[in-house]
């Protein structure tokens, strides 16, 4: 796939939360154009509209004014299960709180994903080795959560969401449980997967220290993109 192709595209994009006197415009008309390959973090103010943009980025929500594009497809036009094959497909997801399932291994956590696509035991479990592998888990597949520290936890996620070769990475504060040593190690997982596989990553984060990591940095006021800017590697 062409690495400066489109693979997002927010046109005049709003969301609105509740109705009348208690309507909250948490998207003001967003403009953003997102090509394959790049890395971007995501700044702001809380309520500023940061997981909203996620949000519908990740193809679990639409706007309710403006159109939002994902490979050229207009996602408002898709149902549920369309959008959710989008996701299954398209996108890896990586959350503050790691989401993995407490008394369940790390090999079959990062298999989850592999389930849905109906791929067989054998191949999962391969895949799944592998994927762990490469976020500098080997040896540890049969640990559950609870034996494995913060940062392999965020790992283990990490494997999760690449495991079936994702084009985009979402993480949405994906060291606001770590200590800055932790921190530092998943970023540099996070731009060691841009940078070598390819996968293009949107980060939301309120630590200028990990947001240095991207190239690309957005930064979001009242539902807008108050700035966009180019920034040399960390
Ligand atoms: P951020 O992630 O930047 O903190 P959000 O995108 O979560 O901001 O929220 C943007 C605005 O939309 C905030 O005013 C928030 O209260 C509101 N909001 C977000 N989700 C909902 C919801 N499900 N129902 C009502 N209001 C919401
Ligand atoms: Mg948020």
Redesign the pocket.
Known sequence: MNASASLISFLNVGRN??TGGGL?Q?LAGVDLEIRQGEFIAIT??????????MNIIGCLDRPSSGQFRFLGINVGSLNRDQRALLRRNYIGFVFQGFNLLNRTTAIENVELPLIYRGMARSERRDRAAVALGRVGLAGREHHTPGELSGGQQQRVAIARAIVTDPLLLLADEPTGNLDTQRSHEIMELIAGLNADRGITVAM?THEPDMAAYARRLIH?VD?HISSDSEQKAA
Request: glycine share 30%; charged share 5%.
């Open positions: 939360y509740g909250v948490a702001g103010p809380s309520g500023s509209g940061k997981s909203t943009a939301v979001f539902g």
